[in-house]
């Protein structure tokens, strides 16, 4: 008899791993925050422009665009209030970028000013923040150093993928997605199917070794098969009748699935018992015992 080849099966697990780096380069590459474009005089205008624009940012907001002033919540010498204090908060001395990303994106009780400032005075206020009541930091907090500081994937955009919700994953993901699954499916089961059939092939007879347990077994998953039949159709009833009424109610399509899905695992599972421990077989076995490999 011929052996089941193990050449297939190692392509396709080859191919499913190159598509799985394909997979990662695309999820990377969606996934990674848009890049901060860097203009120089934006840079030149930032140590220049705090003292005054950031402070006066930081007290009174800018009202015309509906940005509230910091110090309502973080206190006029950033003593904190509503808000964390300020003055002297290792978190933000130690990751300046932080403050950039907090004002811009908000967090909490803490709104975000996207839109209610622009750039320039979000810098200010960021380095006001960070020069101010005993704060220091070496150098003046600039687009680069955001960008920096940024992480390779945007955490919001990542949460929202790692979760699979629908409209953030893009088509060409979930085409490989799926393709990796049949090939990978297709490859170990072809492997194991080789493994499975060994180096040395006879046909013999697979015998019958019925046990208690096996009897027992097949008795539920019979059982099984029938209440779930009932189950199904008494759900189908009720579904067909929700449909006709005056008001049609919606049918419960979940129930009607889950059974019908239970119908199917119980008859699979009463074939399978029947076949393993009730039937004589005429099979390709491992050696001359009548035992399969597993
Ligand atoms: C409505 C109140 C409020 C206003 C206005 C406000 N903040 Fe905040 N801010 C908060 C709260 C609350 C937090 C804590 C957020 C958290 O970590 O959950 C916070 C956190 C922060 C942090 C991070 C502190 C840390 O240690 O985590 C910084 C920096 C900051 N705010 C700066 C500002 C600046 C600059 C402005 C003005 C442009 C501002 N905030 C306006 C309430 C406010």
């Not at 005993?134 to 949460?159: F, H, R, W, Y």
């Not at 027992?216 to 189908?236: E, H, K, P």
């Amino acid at each position: 008899m011929e052996r089941n080849d193990a050449t297939m099966p190692l392509v396709a697990i080859f191919c499913a791993a190159i598509m799985a780096v394909l997979l990662l380069w695309q999820f990377n590459a969606e996934t990674a925050p848009k890049p901060v474009a860097v203009d120089p005089a934006v840079v030149a205008s930032i140590s220049k422009d705090y003292p005054v624009l950031g402070k006066q940012v930081y007290e009174a907001g800018n009202p015309a665009k509906g940005a509230i002033a910091c110090q309502g919540c973080h206190g006029a010498q950033g003593e904190g209030g509503a808000g964390p204090k300020l003055a002297g908060d290792e978190k933000i001395l130690k990751d300046p970028a932080y403050v950039y990303t907090i004002v811009t994106k908000g967090k909490g009780g803490m709104p975000s000013f996207e839109g209610k400032l622009d750039d320039k005075e979000i810098y200010a206020v960021a380095n006001y923040v960070l020069h101010s009541w005993g704060n220091t930091v070496e150098k003046p907090l600039t687009p680069d150093i955001v960008a920096a500081g940024q992480s390779k994937i945007d955490p919001a955009v990542l949460k929202n993928r790692g979760r699979m919700v629908p409209e953030d994953l893009k088509l060409p993901e979930i085409f490989l997605g799926t393709f990796i699954m049949v090939l990978l499916s297709y490859g170990l089961i072809g492997l194991y199917s080789h493994w499975a059939e060994g180096a040395e092939l006879h046909p013999g007879i697979h015998k019958v070794r019925a046990t208690p347990v096996a009897t027992l077994l097949i008795g539920t998953t019979m059982a099984l098969t029938v209440l779930f039949t009932i189950l199904f159709v008494r759900q189908m009833n009720i579904d067909y009748q929700g449909w006709a009424a005056k008001e049609p109610v919606m049918p419960n399509v979940t129930k009607e699935g889950f059974y019908s899905a239970m119908i199917i695992l119980m008859i699979a599972g009463t074939l399978a018992l029947y076949k393993k421990y009730f039937m004589d077989d005429e099979v390709v076995i491992e050696d001359a015992t009548g035992e399969f490999p597993w």
